[in-house]
């Protein structure tokens, strides 16, 4: 055998198809469809052509302006960018998104994607003895860490509307004492817990277990966690610039947590790759960061073409979950998943079917510009 064991227990994770046969509309990768704020484009134009020879050297290895950037901008937005209030270039928090402390620099850990920065969460808090927890129908790359790492996992179904059974996962966790992950607002379904909801879960789970909240479609729509942070020591919450921050093509993800757990995860970047986000990525995150107000406007536009959208379904036919994400999960009686799919794709667009059982009747929909939308809602009829 050329191959370890531990070979044997690698699952990839299937990304969203890329085919180059033709020039698709692509709502199958939950991306966002608006470029960057064209300051970013400019920053980082700027940067390569004023410092060459950054591109020759090392990058900080602490992301300090970073990491400041994004502190930055959580308190500016209260971490959910489709309802905060944009002034000129000013942003303001929603008044129920204001988080009631400040979030510093050294709460925030970054790195190369948010699945790479979950990859390190679970190295970290996760361990080979112990199950954790998550939904049956969740993000589906948490399942393949826990192959790669050879973590058990303790997977609880979701209930009947497809929302999370968090009483169900509580008793699993305590059963198990080895922490709990899902995402906020859940993928594939697109459905939210409150911040309530999983303060309750918080106060319930044992303090001495980690509790790990993705946030990865929060700003279009859901409650954040980051408030919570200041009551619960065991919380991680783990957050990317590839959906509600245009950037999927830099590669940027960060965890906002207490300075000691990112200083854990810092310690298993620094036993990995010493080396943090490059540096073209540093600077284009920073200015992102200075360009709040833009993406506000991006993510109320996602939302209210989402919101249109659903509606397009439901008067169609469709029974589809509402939801406070950047896509819809939805399915029709008498026309399979793969068959939408197929169809949808024939017109020039991809969306996302999984083959997976208890799914396997959805489509999932990235929601895209205005004029995307109406193309999808016209590829829709012509299919149905
Ligand atoms: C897209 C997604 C991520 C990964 O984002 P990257 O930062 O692009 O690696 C993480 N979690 C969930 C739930 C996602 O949907």
């Known amino acids: 055998m050329l191959t370890s064991q531990r070979m044997n227990n690698l699952h990839p994770y299937v990304p969203g198809e890329q085919p180059k046969d033709r020039d698709y509309i ?6 966002n469809p608006y470029p960057p704020s064209p300051n970013v484009t400019e920053a980082v134009l700027k940067f390569i052509k004023a410092h060459p020879e950054k591109l020759g050297l090392y990058p900080d290895p602490d992301s300090l302006e970073l990491h400041a950037a994004i502190a930055d901008m959580l308190n500016q937005t209260g971490g959910v960018l489709c309802r905060a209030k944009v002034n000129g270039s000013k942003v303001e928090p929603a008044p129920e998104d204001k988080i009631p402390f400040k979030v510093t620099p050294d709460m925030v850990y970054t790195g190369n994607g948010s699945d790479e920065v979950l990859s390190f969460v679970f190295y970290a808090f996760f361990d080979s003895s112990k199950k954790f927890v998550m939904p049956e129908f ?17 997977t609880v179904p979701l209930k009947s509307d497809w929302s999370l059974d968090t009483d169900e996962m509580l008793v699993r966790a305590s059963k198990n004492a080895g ?5 906020n607002p859940n993928a594939p379904t697109g459905l939210a817990l409150t911040r309530e909801q999983v303060r309750s879960m918080l106060k319930k ?5 980690i509790f790990i909240v993705d946030e990865a479609y929060v700003d279009f729509g859901g409650e954040s966690c980051i408030p919570l942070l200041a009551e619960f020591k065991n919380l991680v919450i783990v957050r990317t610039f590839s959906k509600s921050l245009c950037g999927a093509g830099q590669r940027l993800g960060y965890i906002v947590s207490s300075p000691e757990l990112v200083n854990i995860v810092t310690t298993v970047k620094n036993s990995v790759n010493h080396f943090p986000i490059d540096a073209v990525a540093q600077v284009s995150g920073k200015e992102a960061c200075k360009n709040a107000a ?3 406007e991006c993510s109320k536009k996602v939302a209210k073409e989402r919101d249109l959208f659903y509606d397009f379904l439901i008067e169609n036919g469709f029974y589809a979950i509402k939801s406070s994400t950047n896509f819809i999960f939805a399915k029709k009686n008498g026309i399979s998943g793969e068959d939408l799919y197929k ?24 929601i895209g510009t205005e004029s995307q939308m109406n193309e999808l809602k016209k590829a829709f009829l012509k299919v149905l």
């Open 205 to 209: 789970a044992s303090p001495d277990e």
């Open 294 to 296: 833009y993406y506000v």
């Open 26 to 31: 692509k709502l199958n990768a939950n991306e």
């Open 138 to 154: 969740t993000y589906s790359f948490y399942p393949v860490y826990a192959g790669f790492y050879n973590i058990p996992t303790d």
């Open 343 to 366: 169809g949808i794709k024939k017109e020039g667009i991809l969306i996302r079917h999984f083959n997976t059982p208890g799914i396997e009747d959805f489509v999932r929909i990235t």
């Open 179 to 183: 922490g709990i992950i899902f995402a």
